[in-house]
């Protein structure tokens, strides 16, 4: 049987995007584990330039598609834009609907400031609850991220090492692992 696919969504499309170094760390984190089939997905691969309803045809939005339909849990990795999240992800996330099918989902937030992308994550939540995933109580927050990742990977693992645990044994659960 195939091993149940993790997908890692690097959120942003920015250049010069930092949220990128958080989606490799994590990647790398959860590439030990050998139950689960872990990907990172970047949204500038799926993103479109309008909204593709859900219900409408269209072959810009069948990457996104196959991919939610192969993904049995999601991380989302989201950079925090004036208290809310990329708009690149929205339209992502509007081209789907019945496929989501609560699956689980844990949000990694990022930012420049101290909070580590805790606005953009809530202003997040109404939409994953709107199209039926599954959000799961365990969240990541990578705050002045640009300091953060000057760490070594010692360094990062004293700060997250234990957090990325409890995400990985949440994960696993959800998906009876
Ligand atoms: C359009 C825009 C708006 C931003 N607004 C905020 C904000 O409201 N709060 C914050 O902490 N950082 C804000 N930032 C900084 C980002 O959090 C910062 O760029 C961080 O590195 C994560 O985004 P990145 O992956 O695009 O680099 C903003 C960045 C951009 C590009």
Not at 28 to 47: C, G, I, K, P, S
Request: without cysteine; hydrophobic residues 45%; aromatic residues 10%.
């Amino acid at each position: 049987m195939s091993k149940p696919r993790l997908s890692i969504v690097l959120g942003t499309a920015r250049k010069n995007r930092q949220s990128q170094k958080v989606a490799h760390y994590l990647v790398n984190f959860f590439r030990q584990f050998n139950e689960l089939d872990t990907t990172l997905v970047d949204v500038r691969d799926y993103a479109t330039n309008y909204t593709i309803a859900a219900w409408e045809e269209d072959e810009a939005a069948k990457p996104w598609r196959n991919l939610v339909a192969a993904t049995a849990a999601f991380i989302f990795v989201v950079p925090e834009y004036n208290r809310s999240f990329p708009g690149e992800l929205k339209l992502v996330l509007d081209s789907e609907l019945a496929a989501y099918d609560d699956k689980p989902v844990i949000l990694a937030g990022v930012s420049i400031g101290s909070f580590g992308g805790l606005a953009a994550l809530t202003s997040l939540l109404p939409v994953l609850h709107k199209i039926g995933l599954r959000i799961l109580p365990e969240q990541l927050y990578f705050p002045e991220v640009e300091e953060l990742f000057k760490n070594s990977e010692e360094e990062l693992a004293l700060i997250y090492e234990s957090k990325l645990i409890q995400v990985k044994d949440a994960i696993f659960k959800s998906l009876n692992l």
